[in-house]
């Protein structure tokens, strides 16, 4: 059956801002209806890598919060640390990447709690007994609060194509060990002809699973697959086998959306901002251009609908000149194509298939405009 998936374009005027219309786009969608007066709500979203500068704005965040508090619900922001090293990989540093991103509590009228706590040791062992695994390891904050709302920025990644609502509940809301066992698939490998010996790669790397001599060398013993080296590297000299590996990606990473959702029936919302569409996702310390004109912004009660409806309008959308869309190697980059694919020659769609063959929602939706 068909799910209903809510879209405001991008397109502003003087008296009507976008902030005016997000506000319009979440009364329609129902988000009124799924946090009750006094419930927690958990707003998961991505705060940024320090230096990311294409991230969700707070100014968009805090319509929600507003919107939230309204009902006399108690909202939070949210997001659980990350397996690799860099600006976000503990509480503490989590924290003050949030505050220099924009997401002190002045701008966006809410706390922020780290979802899985100070080292990411904070989750809750849930039974899911599917294909990968048999339990998932979730962040407690998400875990225990009465209802989740989950804000995505839907972007490109080079090893799930698009990261939209359901990477961001599965990967995003793991805990650390959680996303370890996520990426425990990726076997990197370096193009030796390839390598300039930069090191820039060590940089990155949670393991010390990397040596450069003459050119980068990685322990596989110690690798977690986190998939860090394969974004850092700037001469695109570090490899995944792309058929099988983001295959088993994906569909572990909708295990854990699955878990994080067993839960919470009824007490779910997600908005995707299809604004800039960067090729990466919001991990690297950097951030390109986008690749696709700004679309708008959708929401759903269903993540495999809304994240359906994002790439199917992102698909619609002319491809950028003076992006990444000029380097690809896997394809055309026109109206009808698939931009990720052209990218990173990865098939996104995986995970929509496996999240609703599992029954997390339908790739059928009903574009309602608003
Ligand atoms: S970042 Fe890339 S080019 Fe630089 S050492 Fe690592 S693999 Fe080689
Ligand atoms: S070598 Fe392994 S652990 Fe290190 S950054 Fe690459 S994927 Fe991650």
Request: aromatic share 8%; hydrophobic share 40%; charged share 25%.
């Amino acid at each position: 059956m068909a799910s209903r998936v809510f879209f405001t374009d991008a397109r502003a005027t003087g008296n009507r801002s976008l902030l005016a219309k997000l506000d319009r786009l979440l009364r329609r969608a129902g988000l009124d209806e799924v946090a009750a007066k006094g419930e927690l709500v958990a707003v998961k979203l991505h705060f940024g890598e320090r230096g990311n500068t294409r991230h969700l704005r707070p100014q968009f965040v805090r319509r929600v919060v507003e919107r939230l508090k309204r009902r006399g619900a108690r909202p939070f922001l949210t997001d659980a640390n990350t397996l690799y090293r860099g600006s976000r990989a503990n509480a503490v540093d989590h924290l003050e990447t949030a505050l220099e991103n924009g997401f002190a509590y002045a701008a966006v009228n809410a706390p922020l709690i780290i979802a899985d706590g100070l080292t990411g040791k904070d989750y809750v062992k849930v039974e899911i007994n599917q294909k990968h695994f048999r339990q998932v390891h979730i962040s407690s904050a998400v875990y225990f609060a009465d209802v989740l709302v989950a804000l995505s920025h839907f972007k490109g990644h080079e090893a799930t194509g698009f990261g939209g609502a359901l990477k961001n509940l599965g990967m995003g809301c793991g805990s650390r060990s959680g996303k370890q066992q996520m990426h425990s698939v990726v076997r990197p490998r370096v193009r030796a002809a390839v390598c300039r010996a930069c090191k820039r790669c060590l940089q990155w790397c949670p393991a010390a699973a990397i040596r450069v001599a003459e050119v980068a060398e990685i322990d596989a013993d110690r690798c977690l697959g986190c998939g860090e080296c394969v974004v850092t590297c700037p001469h695109g000299a570090i490899t995944i086998n792309w058929k099988t590996e983001v295959a088993d990606l994906q569909e572990r990473i909708v295990e854990y959306a699955f878990g994080v959702l067993k839960d919470k029936p009824g007490k779910a919302f997600f908005v995707n901002f299809v604004l800039d569409v960067t090729p990466d996702c919001d991990c690297p310390s950097w951030s390109d251009v986008p690749v696709v004109p700004d679309v708008g912004i959708l929401a759903s009660q269903d993540p495999v609908a809304l994240d359906q409806a994002c790439y199917d309008l992102v698909k619609q959308q002319p491809g950028l000149a003076g992006t990444r869309l000029d380097d690809r190697r896997h394809g055309q980059a026109g109206v009808g194509d698939d931009k990720f694919w052209a990218i990173h020659g990865v098939d996104g769609t995986i995970q929509l298939a496996y999240a609703a063959a599992l029954g997390l929602g339908s790739r059928e939706y009903e574009l309602v405009r608003i």
